[in-house]
């Protein structure tokens, strides 16, 4: 296989570092550094580095394009959207009185619960009900992990509610949940706030237009932005949740560069050609499903995003009994390959891994249709190991363990 010179500069600093040289098909993992940003996010960053600027100033101009973007009064940005569900559910709890938001997360008052529905408890590499107690509050689940009835979130909505926070994401339970609409109205009528965690999706406008009080986003997914999290809605609410800022917000801080960043991805978003992004990264799809449609025991096809953002994946069913070996050791084997390609392997205990177009950096894509084909052909001789479902379903975790051991 030919490895691209570094003449492109696609590898300069991973050689240098002596790091490992990966392409990204997964998606915008964290464990992977999320996104790349485009020319004018790091000219901005740049900038930002080299002068001083009054925080609150640059938080307001930050609001401003948010505002711009989401529909939402007002917004500010903080570390990532873990730290804006917890700096959202502290402000919903203590309002404009820093003397509470300081008595954080050790007395979090009378109205500390935070409702979520059973089948959105997920974790996006750490547990979001962590992101809610991490503020003092207390979740609590309505429903059962696979159906919730309106009855049981009306039920639990109360004296002790602080708010209701609801899950957009591919991790949470698909069928059986309280959709949207009907889930902000049922809050709306009890007069408790709506959180919307949209950490990944594309639709900036939808939840604050179908009644978010807050929603959350990531800057550093889809919107190719520095690491950081944007807290978009009510002003009383952004407000409230920014006020954290001088107590447990402190150690979820964002710096002048990464506000600045964040305000040029934002910028850019809403410049961008969204259409022929599409285009591009379907005409990729469909090179890779034609460059591996003739080996045996594998079947490829375009599945659309589950939580419905315009952006469509390469799933590789894998049949062992004709590949040569299964869709888990395929997952391991090419993220041994180098570059390292690392795929989206979440559900890959059902015979398949796919491929996400969307990280795609300029000449990468070759080297994913040779690896591709190199790799699948040789299913008989990549033997399947105990730990390579073990790693996919225990997703990062021994990462965290063995990053200091010795190779
Ligand atoms: C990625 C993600 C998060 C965490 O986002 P960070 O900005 O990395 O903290 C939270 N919720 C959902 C649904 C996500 O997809």
């Known amino acids: 296989m030919s490895l691209p010179t570094d003449k492109d500069k696609l590898w300069t600093w991973h050689n240098r570092n002596g790091f490992r040289r990966i392409i990204n098909v997964s998606g915008t993992m964290t464990g992977l550094g999320a996104s790349v940003t485009g020319q004018t996010v790091r000219d901005a960053m740049c900038e930002a580095t080299r002068h001083f600027v009054g925080i609150h100033e640059l938080q307001a101009r930050a609001s401003r394009t948010i505002a711009g973007l989401t529909g939402a009064e007002a917004g500010f940005l903080t570390a990532s959207a873990g730290a804006g569900i917890t ?16 008595a954080l997360p050790v007395t979090p008052g009378p109205k500390s619960e935070v409702v979520v529905q059973l089948g959105h408890l997920c974790g996006y590499g750490a547990p979001i009900e962590t992101a809610i107690a991490l503020s003092g509050a207390t979740p609590r689940a309505v429903g059962q992990s696979t159906l919730t009835m309106d009855h049981q979130l009306i039920g639990a909505l109360g004296e002790r509610t602080a708010a209701a926070l609801y899950v957009v994401s591919h991790h949470v339970v698909h069928y059986g949940q309280i959709p949207f609409p009907r889930f902000a109205a049922i809050c709306r009528e009890a007069g408790v706030p709506v959180i919307v965690d949209a950490a990944s999706e594309y639709d900036l406008k939808g939840f604050i237009a179908a009644g978010a009080d807050i929603a959350i986003y990531s800057a550093h997914k ?5 690491t950081g999290g944007i807290v978009a809605g009510r002003k009383d609410l952004v407000r409230a949740a920014y006020l954290q800022n001088i107590s447990i917000g402190r150690g979820m801080k964002i710096g002048k560069e990464s506000i600045a960043g964040a305000i040029a991805a934002m910028e850019d978003w809403m410049n961008r050609d969204h259409e022929a992004a599409r285009a591009r990264e ?13 080996i045996p025991g594998i079947g490829a096809q375009i599945v659309a995003d589950p939580t419905g953002n315009p952006l469509s994946r390469l799933q590789v069913n894998v049949d062992p009994a004709k590949a040569g070996t299964t869709a888990a050791a395929f997952a391991r084997a090419f993220s041994e390959q180098d570059p390292a390609l690392i795929v989206r392997d979440h559900e890959v205990e ?26 699948l052909r040789s299913g008989d001789t990549i033997c399947e190991r105990e730990s390579d479902l073990a790693r996919a379903r225990n997703g990062g975790v021994g990462g965290y363990l063995a990053w200091l051991e010795d190779k």
């Open 87 to 102: 700096l959202a559910v502290a402000g919903a709890m203590t309002g404009f009185d820093p003397a509470r938001a300081e």
């Open 222 to 226: 889809f919107l190719s932005g520095p």
């Open 282 to 294: 379907t005409e990729t799809l469909e090179s890779w499903r034609a460059a591996i449609a003739d």
């Open 350 to 375: 059902l015979g398949y891994f796919q491929l996400d177009p969307c990280n795609l950096l300029p000449g990468q894509s070759a080297i994913v249709i040779d690896t591709l084909r190199e790799v």
